[in-house]
C-alpha cells in the first residue's frame, strides 16, 4: 500500500534535502579558500546551519504539522463523526483556514442533527399513518387490494388475504391473477378507463368476479389510481363475499317464480276444473269425481306453495343484482376487443343507447352467441343491431342465412360461461336479466337473434336545451345543383349510401361571420346506421364563441382553442362523405358553411334534406323540427352530450322517412329531390324569403 | 267432420278439463305430454289447431312452434300457446316464433273454448 504523503514529509524532505546541499556548499568553500579559511568558513557555515535547522523546525512545527492534523481532522468530521473536534496545537500560521473549517463544522454539525430531527419526525409520522392506514384496512370487511397496471399487488388488507386464499400464498409483489379472475377484473379496469377518457373520476358499478378458482363469488369496485400527471398508474380493488347477498338474491328469485308462474299451474287446473264442475250440473259420477279429486289435489298443492312463499319471505334479506347502466357502443367495443383473432365480422348499426344490465355477463353471453352462431352457420359477417321499443332495447344478431332453431339456442344456453362467472349458464344471465332470446327471420335470406334487454330510462347523460329552431334556408342552387346521376339515381333509396351531417356554428348568420365550431356526421349503408362509422371535429372558428350558443351546443373557446380551422378540418369530411348522398337537416345552412370554406374541395353530390322530406311526406303537420319529427316517429337518441347526437337523429329520421316514401312509390333518388324541392320552393314562397340564404351568404 | 285439436301439455289435470271441454264442444281432441309426441302426431295427422304449453318435456313449447312454422304443409295450422310464464318477453318471444295466440296460465275455459271455435271458424 502506497504510503500517504503528508505536507510535513515533504517539507521535511525537502528542508532536509536543502541543509544537506547548504552544508555541502559550505564545505566546498573551505576547500577552495584553503586551510586559512576552514575556522572561519566553520564557525559562520556552523551558525548557518543551525539557524536554518531551527527555522525549518519553526516550519515544520507551526505550519507542515498543523495542516496535517487539520487535513486529518476534516477526514473525520467529513466521514465519521462530524462533532470531532479540531485538535491543532495552540500556535500555528494557519491563519484563518483553522477558523473557516471549525465554522463548516459548525453548521455541518447543525444541520446533519436537524436533518436527523427532520428524518426522525417524517419517520414518526409515515408511522403513525401507516399505522392509521392499518388499522383502518384492519377494521373494514371489505378487502382491499391495490395493484399496479402490471396486475402486481402492492397493498392489500387482512380480509382481503382472507377473502383471496390467505396470506401463505397471496401477498405483496404478486400477480393478482392466480386469486381474482382476471376476466372480471380487466373488463372492470377497460370500462373505468373508459369513464375516465369521458371525464367520469367516480368509481365505477360493482362487479361479479370469482375467486379462489371459482369457489367464491365476489362483488368487487374498482377505481383507478392517477400519478401527478394524471395518468393512471394503478388501481384499487374493494370486494366483499356475495355468498349471502347471492344467496338471498337466488331464494328471491325462486320466490317470485314460486309466487307467479309456480301457481299459475296449479290455479289453472283448479280454475278449469271448477268451471268444468260448475258448468255442467249433469255429469256422471265417475266423471264429477275425478274433477273432484282434481280440485282438492290442486287446492292442497297451492296451500303448501303459499305457506313456502310466506316461509321464504320471512326469511329473505336485502339486496339487489348489480345491475349498471351500460352504453351499447361500449358494450359493443368491449366485444370487438374481445373477437379480436376470430374469423368473424361486427358491424354496430341502429341507435346506440342505454341498457341496464350486467356488463360483463352480457358480454360473456353476446360472445358466446357470436361464436356458436359462426359455427353452426358458417356466417363470418354479423351486425349486431340496436333498437328501441319503449322501455326495452333490443339487441339483435343479424346474419346472412337461416334462423337458429329454438332448441339448438336452448343447448347455447345451458352450458356454463366461462370467463370468471362461476357456474352460470346463459340461460341464467337471460333470466337474471327478465329477458329471453329467440331466432326469427329478418327479411328476406336474413335472419336475426334477439335478445331484449331493459332500457335506462335516464342514462348519465349531460343534459343540453333543444337548439332553437334555426331559420329554413333555401338555396335551390344548392338544392338542384347535385342532380342525381348516373350511379346515385336509378339505384333504390335504401341501397345508397349517405353520409348524415350536422354542423354546430357561433350562430345562425353564416352572412355575418359566423363560423364553424364543429361537424359530426354519420354513414348510412343498406338502410343501416353504422354507429362505428362517426365523423367527431371540433374546429377553431377563429372568433369567440358567444355563451347564447354555448348554451346550445356546449362548445366553448377553451375546448376549440387548439384545434384546427374548420379549412383544415374539411378535406378529412370530404373523404368521409365521398360516394355518399349527404343528408342534412335544413341542409341549405349546412350546405352553405361546407361550400363557403372553398379550399378547393366541392361537395357534389346530391342533398337529402329531412326538414323538406317530412314536409313533403306529413303536409299536415305544421313543426318539422328534428326533435318534433324524432317525437312523432318515436325515435330518441339518448345520448344528447355525443357530438354525433344530432347527426344519428337525422340518420334515424331519414330511413322511417325513405319507408315511408316506399310506400307513396317514391323509391329512386330522382323522385325524392324533385318532391323535396317543390315543397323547398312552397314553404320559401309561403315565408316570402326566396333564396334568403343564397343571398345573405353570398 | 268436425275440427281437430291437439292438446300438449303434461300436467294431466289441466288435459282432463281442457279435453273434456274441448269434446263437449264438438272437437276432435287428442293429447300428448311432450314436444316429440306433439310434433309425431301432428306428422301423423296434422290437427287444425295445437294448444301448446311452453313447459313442456322434451323439445319445449317454442320449439315445437318454430319446427310447426318451418314446415310449408302445416302452413294453416292454428297454434295457441299457453303457459305459466306470463313476462311481455316471453309473450313476444312465443308470437315471434310464430304462434296465432298467447294464453297465460290460469285462464277462463270458457273463454279460451270460445276463442278456439271463432279462430277455427266453428
Redesign the interface.
Known sequence: MARERTVSGILGALLIGFALLLAAGLVALAVMLGEAATRPVAIVGGALVAAFLALAGLILHRLAWPLDRLALDAGIIARENPGHRLGLVTRHWLGRIAEGIEAMRGRLTSAESHGTRALAEAQNQGAEQKRWLEAILLDLTEGIVVCNLQHQVLLYNQAAADLLGGTQSFGLGRSLFPFLAREPVLHALERQMQRLESGWAAPGPRFMCGAGGGERLLGARLGVVLDAKSAPNGYVLSFTELGEEETALAKRDDLLELATQGMRAPVANLRAAAETLSHNPDLPDAQRAAFQKVVLDESMALSNQLEALARGYRELGGGRWMMAEIHTNDLIASLNRRLMGAPLQLTATGLPDWLYGDSLSLLVLLELLLRQLHSATGAEAFDIAVSRSENRIYLDLIWRGEPIPAQQLGSWLNRSLIGGLGPLTGQAVLHRHGSDAWSQPAGPGMARLRIPLASAQAGPSRERPLRPQRPEFYDFDLLRHPVPTGRFAERPLKQLTYVAFDLETTGLKPADGDEVVSIAGVRIVNGRILTTETFERLVNPGRPIPETSIRFHGITDEMVRDKPPFAMVLPAFHRFAADAVLVAHNAAFDITFLNRAGGGLSFDQPVVDTLLLSAHLYPAEADHSLDAIAARLGLDVVDRHSAVHDSLLTAAILLRLLDRCEELGITRLGQLIAATDMVGRLRAHQHGFERHAAGSAS | MSASILVADD?P??V???E??LK?AGFRVRTVSDGEAALAAIAQEPPDLVLLDVMIPG??G??V???IRGNPAWRGMRIIML?????E??R??GL??GADEYV???????ELVERIRRMLGS
Request: positive net charge; charged residues 25%; hydrophobic residues 30%.
Open positions: 300436467e289435470n289441466i282432463l278439463s281442457l273434456f271441454l263437449q323439445r319445449d317454442y320449439a312452434c318454430q319446427e303457459t305459466a310464464k306470463g313476462g318477453i316471453q313476444e318471444k315471434s316464433l297465460t296460465k290460469p285462464f277462463s275455459t270458457r
